[in-house]
């Protein structure tokens, strides 16, 4: 079955500091209307950026990334065979077309003629088969493996067509193929550097690597042979990592940033509208939860998972944990994931929350542990929870934990049964747009630590055949009943607390267009530019 990249995009829809304290901008002052009200209005020199964000990057290896914030900066110097626009709707890049077969095990890509990459490599089929390869190597342990796996062979059939050959049925593999763990790296330079090429990335992007010192910064650079005519549009883009919310508005303020994300949401309405500042915000993927460990009494009975739904005010958790910026979470997944259907909210009912927590053996109540990250804004979210199971008896002792004891805690588990966690709160956006990667890595039983994220240890035999069920076609009518059966039953089942997604929130100088946050919460500067 023939299926042209632009015949599906109706059902498609998921998923630097040049010197720091040097000002690259200035501010000069109107007067303007009949109060003689001040109006800033900020010009800009040159075309090199500065954009703070809010933690260190991780590595330059698309391949073995599995932070959003490390494949933003990634994204500026690779692409992949697809990509995805700033409402996720997959979008041709070095790809130009693919067909597929009805079963969705067999997928072909027309490429692209003329691109290189910026060592001067021919893109072409021997370079997209050198890529897949790579990732679909379990030996190579890359963190994105988990995404290929399922891939068996990559042909080249000519120079500018390749097919990619799966072991099973995986409807989402063009989602998965535009996700940023696919993304092109230099054949040349993947021989050249090996395991070093996070630190030397080369890719066909809009700019090219000038240099990298962790903790500091991180600077590109424009690509003069990039293949799209008249692009980028900047000379340079220079990242700088500032964890702290305030100094990050600070930079933002004196005109030491041109774009900062996140913006604090406690923030946001100050500094908007200020001195040129312009802050957006806009629903996102990212679905925030408590997840329940099933197995572990008491949670292993459904009352008691539905009693902590019932006792968390999801309204209340928006408005003082997020500042309003969110909506309370009605499915599994966000609602601009593909094959997104909403669920009936468990409403804020304590009282119903105490009745079942008698039906299930506990009147007054029990005691439990919550985990989480040891940000500002995670501790805030988890003292909120603390704060709403108290009143229905459960006491919750909250544990906040570097990302590296977490890690240890939860990701080195091998059997289940050792698993201390009780409750978690976690974060998940799913970066393929689709439902599969919304759901799968979370909730089906093949994914419980170590393999994957499933922190509920949660498993039902119905829902892992409809995950099953939904990847064995590439009929999209035929997913989307799948996935809305499978929301169904997740949520009846209460693995977790489901409370919010954010929205994206980031702020810029106003002179800077095309800059923006995708909905999977990363970053797009591929077609920014200034404009005064």
């Given at each position: 079955?023939?299926?042209?990249?632009?015949g599906?995009?109706?059902?498609?829809?998921?998923?630097?500091?040049?010197?720091?304290?040097?000002?690259?901008?200035?501010?000069s002052?109107?007067?303007?209307?009949?109060?003689?009200?001040?109006?800033?209005?900020?010009?800009?020199?040159?075309?090199?950026?500065?954009i703070?964000?809010?933690d260190?990057?991780?590595?330059?290896?698309?391949?073995?990334?599995?932070?959003?914030?490390?494949?933003?900066?990634?994204?500026?110097?690779y692409?992949?065979?697809?990509g995805?626009?700033?409402?996720?709707?997959?979008?041709?890049?070095l790809a130009?077309?693919?067909?597929?077969?009805?079963?969705?095990?067999?997928?072909t890509?027309?490429?692209?003629?003329?691109?290189?990459?910026?060592?001067?490599?021919?893109f072409?089929?021997?370079?997209?088969?050198?890529?897949?390869d790579?990732?679909?190597?379990?030996?190579?342990?890359?963190?994105?493996n988990s995404?290929?796996?399922?891939?068996?062979?990559?042909?080249?059939?000519?120079?500018?067509?390749?097919?990619?050959?799966?072991k099973e049925?995986?409807?989402?593999?063009?989602?998965?193929?535009a996700?940023?763990a696919?993304?092109m790296?230099?054949p040349?330079?993947?021989?050249?550097?090996?395991?070093?090429?996070?630190?030397?990335?080369v890719?066909?992007?809009?700019?090219?690597?000038?240099?990298?010192?962790?903790?500091?910064?991180?600077?590109?650079?424009?690509?003069?042979?990039?293949?799209?005519?008249?692009?980028?549009?900047?000379?340079?883009i220079?990242?700088?990592?500032?964890?702290?919310?305030?100094?990050?508005?600070?930079?933002l303020?004196?005109?030491e940033?041109?774009?900062?994300?996140?913006?604090?949401?406690e923030?946001?309405?100050?500094?908007?509208?200020n001195?040129?500042?312009?802050?957006?915000?806009?629903?996102s993927?990212?679905?925030?939860?408590?997840?329940?460990?099933?197995?572990?009494?008491p949670?292993n009975d459904?009352?008691?998972r539905q009693?902590?739904?019932?006792?968390?005010?999801k309204?209340?958790?928006?408005?003082v944990?997020?500042?309003?910026?969110?909506?309370?979470?009605?499915?599994?997944?966000a609602?601009?994931?593909?094959?997104?259907?909403?669920?009936?909210?468990?409403?804020?009912?304590?009282?119903?929350?105490k009745?079942?927590?008698?039906?299930?053996?506990?009147?007054?109540?029990?005691?439990?542990t919550?985990?989480?990250?040891?940000?500002?804004g995670?501790t805030?979210a988890m003292?909120?929870?603390?704060?709403?199971?108290?009143?229905?008896?459960?006491?919750?002792?909250?544990?906040?934990?570097?990302?590296?004891?977490?890690?240890?805690?939860?990701?080195?588990?091998?059997?289940?049964?050792?698993?201390?966690?009780?409750?978690?709160?976690?974060g998940?956006?799913?970066?393929?747009?689709?439902?599969?990667?919304?759901?799968?890595?979370?909730?089906?039983s093949?994914?419980?630590?170590?393999?994957?994220y499933?922190?509920?240890?949660?498993?039902?035999?119905q829902?892992?055949?409809?995950?099953?069920?939904a990847?064995?076609?590439?009929?999209?009518?035929?997913?989307k009943?799948?996935?809305?059966?499978?929301?169904?039953?997740?949520w009846?089942?209460?693995?977790?607390?489901?409370?919010?997604?954010?929205?994206t929130?980031?702020?810029?100088r106003?002179?800077?267009?095309n800059a923006?946050?995708?909905?999977d919460?990363?970053?797009?500067?591929?077609?920014?530019?200034?404009?005064?």
């Amino acid at each position: 079955m023939k299926k042209t990249f632009y015949g599906i995009l109706g059902f498609l829809i998921v998923f630097g500091l040049v010197l720091a304290g040097c000002s690259s901008s200035k501010s000069s002052t109107e007067q303007s209307g009949s109060d003689n009200t001040k109006i800033s209005k900020v010009t800009k020199k040159g075309k090199d950026i500065t954009i703070a964000v809010a933690d260190n990057f991780i590595s330059l290896d698309p391949h073995d990334t599995n932070d959003t914030l490390s494949n933003s900066a990634e994204k500026t110097m690779y692409e992949g065979l697809f990509g995805f626009d700033k409402d996720m709707k997959i979008v041709p890049l070095l790809a130009e077309s693919y067909t597929a077969n009805d079963n969705a095990t067999e997928f072909t890509f027309k490429l692209r003629h003329g691109v290189k990459f910026q060592d001067g490599t021919p893109f072409n089929a021997e370079a997209v088969k050198v890529n897949i390869d790579r990732l679909a190597d379990q030996n190579n342990h890359l963190k994105r493996n988990s995404l290929f796996a399922v891939v068996k062979e990559t042909k080249v059939i000519d120079d500018y067509t390749v097919k990619v050959i799966l072991k099973e049925p995986f409807g989402a593999m063009i989602n998965t193929f535009a996700h940023p763990a696919a993304m092109m790296i230099s054949p040349a330079a993947l021989k050249k550097y090996g395991k070093d090429i996070a630190r030397h990335p080369v890719g066909t992007g809009p700019y090219e690597f000038v240099e990298w010192k962790p903790g500091d910064h991180l600077t590109v650079k424009k690509n003069p042979n990039y293949w799209k005519n008249g692009k980028p549009k900047l000379d340079s883009i220079t990242f700088k990592p500032v964890p702290e919310n305030g100094s990050r508005i600070a930079m933002l303020k004196t005109g030491e940033a041109d774009f900062i994300y996140p913006v604090p949401t406690e923030s946001a309405k100050e500094v908007n509208g200020n001195n040129g500042i312009v802050v957006e915000n806009n629903p996102s993927i990212i679905v925030r939860y408590l997840s329940i460990n099933t197995m572990k009494k008491p949670f292993n009975d459904l009352k008691v998972r539905q009693a902590i739904n019932y006792a968390i005010n999801k309204e209340a958790f928006v408005k003082v944990v997020n500042n309003g910026y969110g909506s309370v979470l009605d499915s599994v997944i966000a609602p601009n994931t593909q094959f997104y259907s909403k669920q009936q909210v468990y409403k804020y009912d304590p009282e119903k929350a105490k009745k079942l927590l008698k039906e299930a053996g506990y009147p007054n109540g029990f005691t439990a542990t919550l985990w989480g990250g040891n940000s500002s804004g995670t501790t805030k979210a988890m003292e909120f929870i603390q704060q709403q199971l108290s009143l229905v008896g459960i006491k919750v002792n909250i544990v906040p934990m570097e990302s590296g004891t977490m890690s240890e805690k939860i990701w080195s588990v091998n059997n289940p049964k050792d698993a201390e966690i009780e409750l978690y709160y976690g974060g998940w956006s799913p970066s393929t747009g689709d439902a599969d990667w919304g759901i799968r890595p979370l909730l089906a039983s093949e994914s419980f630590p170590p393999a994957s994220y499933n922190t509920a240890y949660y498993k039902n035999d119905q829902a892992d055949a409809l995950i099953k069920q939904a990847l064995q076609t590439a009929d999209p009518e035929e997913r989307k009943a799948a996935y809305a059966k499978v929301q169904k039953i997740i949520w009846d089942d209460a693995p977790w607390a489901f409370l919010c997604v954010d929205d994206t929130m980031y702020g810029k100088r106003d002179y800077l267009k095309n800059a923006y946050l995708l909905p999977d919460g990363s970053l797009d500067v591929s077609n920014a530019e200034i404009q005064q």
